[in-house]
């Protein structure tokens, strides 16, 4: 039971251009949504977040973008760089009314290679 | 370095041996959890704690896999009896306790330990 969805395994963009990572989820409860990126041999870095009561956030190169009606949400890298190159992973949480927060439920990854 | 830090980062062992992870947080982050993450996979929830009160076991987590953070700071992970299975990338992250209301959630994770079950 697959709650988070990552349906491309690969992507290939070509530097300056923008890349668009997409994500989709299942389960209701999920009001907080992450990005992570993944280097081989390392854990994963935190990119970016967005709380459901926001369909968008961004910091410098990096936006997200949430589409609750549509359990979507969305990475975008402009303009992108061969050092993005890594692969991208969208989790999801619930924090609830409590504020705590606990697990984060994970997609597959997608690949993303940025060509000179 | 103030990240969260795991030892051994690579863990090669005979099927039936018993292995233990350490996991070392963020020094203020009272919260810290376990995840496994296998070949084209994203990381799995294993279990957390909230300073040293287990608060959630996921199912994967058997019978033969225990964790503990005795003084609510370094964790450790045992598997007993490992078998092949057992191979794969195991996590560990940490977090501050988020008040009531505040909307951050990231987890900061280590590097991992890589385990291989022979």
Known sequence: DQQVKQNSPSLSVQEGRISILNCDYTNSMFDYFLWYKKYPAEGPTFLISISSIKDKNEDGRFTVFLNKSAKHLSLHIVPSQPGDSAVYFCAASEIGLTGGGNKLTFGTGTQLKVEL | ?118
């Open chain 2, 1 to 118: 370095d103030t990240g969260v830090s795991q030892n051994p980062r690579h863990k090669i062992t005979k099927r039936g041996q018993n292995v233990t992870f350490r996991c070392d947080p963020i020094s203020e982050h009272n919260r810290l959890y376990w995840y496994r993450q296998t070949l084209g996979q994203g990381p799995e929830f294993l279990t957390y704690f909230q300073n040293e009160a287990q608060l959630e076991k996921s199912r994967l987590l058997s019978d033969r896999f225990s964790a503990e953070r005795p003084k609510g700071s370094f964790s450790t992970l045992e598997i007993q009896r490992t078998e092949q299975g057992d191979s794969a990338m195991y996590l560990c992250a940490s977090r501050a306790l988020a008040r009531r209301g505040q909307g951050n959630n990231e987890q900061f994770f280590g590097p991992g330990t890589r385990l291989t079950v022979l």
